[in-house]
């Protein structure tokens, strides 16, 4: 005799905008009319994402919380949606299937999926031109931050150097260090 559950799952799916589909099927001797679906996080992790009870007979479901999923079964096959993903949600996640009636009893896990969600952008790559566009612009040049007080730090360190050159130019001449260079060569003399 073969085995009375099995649950399958494909090797990778990606996510975007915290969203991912995700397929878990499942094969039994015995035809199911009552099952519980849960999806956890991790290889061996506990971690229980979402966890649904499934009549049959009503194949739909749909669960709340940060993290949620919806979906539907049917022939075999748990088709779900997980909303609520971040980028740090990368992970392998497990699908369990219970088959909880008619008896007997069976539970089985999926052999895991790498789930990768992409990261969602913080700041806008394209702004449309408009009103508000310039204002931020402004408010970010008026903000007094660091910049300006880089630049008054550059300007003050030049001249400081700038004068602490000249000074030396002109204790350099008041010593009579500045003579003119003449050559020693005859046959510039002559010139």
Not at 95 to 103: G, K, S, V
Not at 146 to 162: D, N
Request: aromatic share 10%; with cysteine; proline share 6%.
């Amino acid at each position: 005799m073969g085995i009375a559950l099995h649950v399958s799952q494909p090797y990778r799916v990606e996510g975007k905008m915290g969203q991912v589909k995700l397929h878990c099927s499942f094969s039994s001797k015995f035809k199911p009319l009552e099952l519980q679906v849960s999806l956890y996080k991790g290889l061996h992790g506990q971690e229980k994402i979402c966890s649904a009870y499934v009549n049959l007979s009503e194949p739909y479901f749909r669960t709340d919380g940060a993290v949620h999923c919806r979906g539907n079964i049917s022939s075999g096959t748990v088709d779900m949606i997980i909303n609520g993903l971040k980028g740090e949600d990368t992970d392998i996640y497990r699908c369990e299937t219970e088959i909880l009636y008619p008896p007997p009893y069976l539970r089985m896990f999926g052999n895991g999926t790498i789930v990768y969600i992409q990261e969602t952008p913080t700041c806008p790559t394209s702004f449309p031109h408009s009103q508000s566009q310039t204002e931020e612009r402004t408010s970010v040049i008026d903000d007094g931050g660091p910049l300006p007080l880089l630049y008054a730090i550059l300007i003050i360190t030049s001249f400081s150097f700038i004068l602490q050159i000249m000074k030396n130019i002109w204790k350099w001449r008041d010593n009579g260090s500045m003579t003119p260079m003449v050559s020693q060569k005859e046959s510039y003399r002559q010139f």
